[in-house]
């Protein structure tokens, strides 16, 4: 009975010390959001620019992180004449480290983007798509820090990867203006 009850004792050390090292693991190593790229988005912010057309628009933005940190939650209003919203929920992948972006808007949308990540003031979100005539899309949005206030975002497309045309962009300026989204 001592043989069982000690050898119970080391398998029991054993797995409580190689799961704490397992777990320490996981958190040292984990891949988050730069913390300035946090301070940066989070808030509120309001834009004006202009579709390829020539057309303006505006709209309206908040970032805020949720889910304990490891996620930023992110809400797009257009102002008129425009009626486009979404919801998009960026993060960090857990297994691979690549930045995640998922759009859902109210056209009943749903994208997923990839990306590198934020480096040198600037996010690029890239995605691809079929279109409903079978035809391959790339989608691309831009959002680039201009000032400690202001940054620009262009959505862009292209049939190719390589040749991108301008669908629309915004300069956004931070606002202390409560929308509703």
Same mark, same amino acid.
Request: hydrophobic share 35%; net charge positive.
């Given at each position: 009975m001592k043989k069982i009850s000690?050898?119970? &004792?080391?398998?029991? /050390? $054993? /797995?409580?010390?190689?799961?704490? /090292?397992?777990?320490?693991?996981?958190? @040292?190593?984990?891949?988050? $959001?730069p913390e300035d790229f946090i301070s940066f988005f989070t808030g509120k912010w309001h834009g004006q620019g202009e579709f390829a057309s020539g057309m303006s628009i505006q709209a309206d933005l908040s970032f805020e992180m949720t889910l304990d940190g490891t996620w930023m939650i992110y809400?797009? *209003?257009?102002?008129?004449? *425009? =009626?486009? +919203?979404?919801?998009?929920?960026?993060g960090v992948d857990k297994w691979t480290g690549e930045f995640k972006?998922?759009?859902? #808007?109210?056209?009943?949308?749903?994208?997923? &983007?990839? =990306?590198?990540?934020? +480096?040198?003031? +600037?996010?690029?979100?890239? *995605?691809?798509?079929? !279109?409903?005539?079978?035809?391959?899309?790339? %989608?691309? $949005?831009?959002?680039?820090? !201009?000032?400690?206030?202001r940054f620009k975002m262009t959505f862009a497309i292209s049939k190719d990867k390589a040749n991108w045309r301008m669908f629309d962009y915004l300069i956004f300026n931070?606002? @202390? %203006? #409560? $929308?509703?989204n």
């Open positions: 000690f050898f119970s &004792f080391l398998i029991t /050390l $054993f /797995l409580l010390n190689n799961s704490n /090292l397992i777990h320490a693991q996981k958190r @040292d190593g984990e891949k988050r $959001f809400h797009h *209003t257009d102002g008129p004449p *425009t =009626s486009f +919203k979404a919801t998009s929920m960026w972006a998922h759009i859902f #808007d109210n056209f009943k949308g749903h994208r997923s &983007f990839e =990306s590198q990540g934020w +480096k040198n003031d +600037k996010l690029i979100l890239t *995605t691809k798509r079929k !279109l409903p005539n079978g035809d391959i899309q790339f %989608e691309r $949005f831009v959002y680039e820090k !201009l000032s400690p206030d931070r606002s @202390d %203006e #409560d $929308f509703n």
